[in-house]
């Protein structure tokens, strides 16, 4: 694996962070919502992806935000990225089932 240089992994981070935020607001019937990385906007989804090489520790903040939604322990990026791509897709898939159900 590459390793992440420590601007891009502070990069990474705020990204992160910006994701989570951003999941949070995350309404129904709205496409998932996207942050800057890197210079472009791309969906919060590629940012979990993108700090799958971060052990770095979370903020206890951002901790507290993803363990009030899945009751995990792993307080690393990397962990928290997996957890919030789980909570992406369920979100997903809650927005699929409001548009098949609606007349």
Same mark, same amino acid.
């Given at each position: 694996?590459?390793?992440?240089? #420590?601007? &891009?992994?502070?990069?990474?981070?705020?990204?992160?962070? &910006?994701?989570?935020?951003?999941? $949070?607001?995350? !309404?129904?019937?709205?496409?998932? %919502?996207?942050?800057?990385?890197?210079?472009?906007?791309? %969906?919060?989804?590629?940012?979990?992806?993108?700090?799958? &090489?971060?052990?770095? %520790?979370? %903020?206890?903040?951002?901790?507290?935000?993803?363990?009030?939604? !899945? $009751?995990?322990?792993?307080?690393?990026?990397?962990?928290?990225?997996?957890?919030?791509?789980?909570?992406?897709?369920?979100?997903?898939? #809650?927005?699929?089932?409001?548009? !098949?159900?609606?007349?």
């Amino acid at each position: 694996m590459a390793e992440v240089s #420590e601007s &891009n992994s502070l990069e990474l981070r705020i990204a992160f962070h &910006n994701a989570v935020s951003r999941f $949070q607001a995350w !309404t129904a019937d709205v496409g998932e %919502p996207r942050v800057k990385l890197r210079g472009r906007f791309c %969906p919060i989804s590629e940012v979990c992806e993108a700090v799958s &090489n971060l052990s770095h %520790p979370l %903020p206890r903040a951002v901790f507290a935000i993803l363990y009030k939604e !899945t $009751q995990k322990t792993d307080e690393t990026y990397r962990g928290a990225g997996r957890r919030l791509l789980r909570l992406i897709e369920r979100r997903k898939d #809650e927005i699929r089932r409001r548009k !098949t159900l609606r007349p």
